[in-house]
């Protein structure tokens, strides 16, 4: 059997065949895609902390720097991994996103095992080299292929299977993946506690590794045309009397033109840098304001309600109105939970904080989702929202140093938190000009 017949959109199996509309298996498969990512997430890794510090002789600092290091590398490469999408298309690079992302959890589980390997084949180099370079790797590889590949195709074949109700897909999506995400740092360490670090890496391995590798080979396609229908579950028959959106074909370098791209990634980022920054010392802010850390992490069970809340309004809304009053709203959710950072030992600035990011991280997965497909359409989608994502993940990296340094410079986290007030001020000014949908200058 030729290798090209196993990504065949009719092997194992034609969709076309299925009982009922194949995209809303699709919402199910890249659900549980984005899901997986978790390992590679900042709340997956970040449980493993104390473990790296205590087993490699890294100190906090080194850990937190090799951490930075790698993600910055990864987004330089994901833009690249999103041209190879559009060319290879989602069965391939869900398979690729899932092997990488099972090995370098394998390689995370035996990073002491390799430390002292690689200290007896160089043993000129210091210890503290050696465990830089292999948490570098090793953050380089889950960021790219778990938090960057695998959450991007998984986005960006959930969109490209769905028009009219793309809004609503997305909604019913982040119901499952906020609170999965939410939950992640609990499971974890019930995983811990059940198979020890490195026992809880190596299953994590098997199960959102090479299992989500396997389960998006076996039912991800990449876009209902190949499997002869239409998006929406529309037949020709109804089509024509309920037509879809015009299709727009807008390449790479003509989105990068547009005004629109660069207001929604640019707000888009800001949310990955406050919550990231926010999220890493979260235990340090919390005992600056005089909080126990079980009532410090406390605030996410309830963000995640407004945040499951929010997407799925946010998913319903966005196929009946234009996406720049989303935007406006979701710039001005993230200064206000910023507000509420300056008073954190308050329980008013608290719930400031759990409702403006809450309902800023719900919106920001459906817009995460549903803008770019619709401003320049599938064709391009891979390459576009893989310059997105390299940003994205490069905004997450800024954002601890961010935070870590205005508490080491003030000894407190006010001045991040200005910061973040008047980005987003100024954001939700430059979200207010953008379009409803953007026509290329030559259609």
């Excluded at 690249?80 to 390689?107: C, E, H, N, P, Q």
């Excluded at 989500?212 to 020709?236: V, Y």
């Excluded at 008047?422 to 379009?435: D, I, M, Q, Y």
Aim: proline content about 4%; glycine content about 12%.
């Amino acid at each position: 059997m030729k290798i090209s017949s196993l990504i065949r959109a009719d092997f194992p199996f034609a969709p076309s065949r299925f009982p009922f509309f194949y995209g809303w298996w699709i919402l199910v498969v890249t659900t549980v895609g984005i899901m997986s990512s978790i390992p590679g997430q900042t709340m997956g890794v970040g449980v493993y902390t104390d473990y790296l510090i205590l087993h490699t002789g890294l100190n906090r600092l080194e850990i937190s720097m090799a951490y930075m290091t790698g993600t910055i590398l990864s987004s330089l490469l994901l833009p690249k991994a999103g041209r190879l999408y559009d060319l290879w298309g989602s069965r391939v690079m869900i398979f690729l996103a899932g092997t990488g992302l099972g090995l370098a959890l394998l390689l995370f589980s035996e990073t002491v095992w390799v430390l002292k390997k690689l200290e007896l084949l160089v043993p000129g180099i210091p210890r503290t080299t050696l465990g830089l370079f292999l948490m570098i790797l090793t953050f380089l590889m889950l960021r790219q292929f778990g938090q960057g590949i695998m959450s991007m195709v998984s986005r960006n074949t959930l969109a490209k299977w769905f028009d009219r109700k793309r809004g609503l897909a997305s909604g019913i999506s982040g119901l499952f993946v906020a609170f999965s995400f939410s939950g992640a740092p609990l499971m974890m360490n019930t995983l811990i506690d059940g198979f020890g670090y490195p026992g809880s890496m190596v299953l994590m391995a098997l199960v959102c590794g090479f299992g989500m590798a396997m389960l998006g080979w076996l039912f991800f396609r990449n876009q209902p045309e190949d499997c002869g229908l239409l998006m929406d579950g529309k037949t020709p028959s109804t089509d024509k009397e309920t037509p879809l959106t015009s299709e727009r074909e807008v390449p790479l370098s003509e989105a990068l033109r547009s005004y629109n791209f660069w207001i929604f990634c640019l707000s888009l980022c800001s949310s990955s840098m406050i919550v990231t920054g926010f999220t890493f010392h979260i235990s340090s802010i919390g005992n600056l304001a005089g909080l126990s850390r079980f009532d410090a992490y406390s605030v996410f069970l309830p963000m995640s309600v407004f945040s499951v809340v929010s997407h799925f309004i946010a998913g319903w809304a966005s196929d009946r109105m234009p996406l720049k009053y989303l935007l406006i709203l979701l710039v001005g959710c993230l200064g206000l939970g910023s507000l509420g950072l300056l008073a954190y030992e308050e329980l008013w600035g608290r719930w400031l904080v759990i409702a403006g990011y809450g309902i800023q991280g719900g919106l920001w997965g459906c817009l995460s989702i549903v803008a770019w497909p619709r401003f320049y359409g599938r064709k391009h989608l891979g390459e576009i929202n893989g310059v997105f994502m390299g940003a994205q993940v490069f905004a997450s990296a800024i954002g601890p140093l961010l935070f870590g340094a205005a508490e080491s410079l003030s000894g407190s986290y006010d001045q991040a938190a200005w910061i973040s007030i008047v980005g987003n001020f100024l954001l939700l000014l430059g979200a207010t000009k953008a379009v409803s949908y953007y026509r290329p200058s030559n259609p």
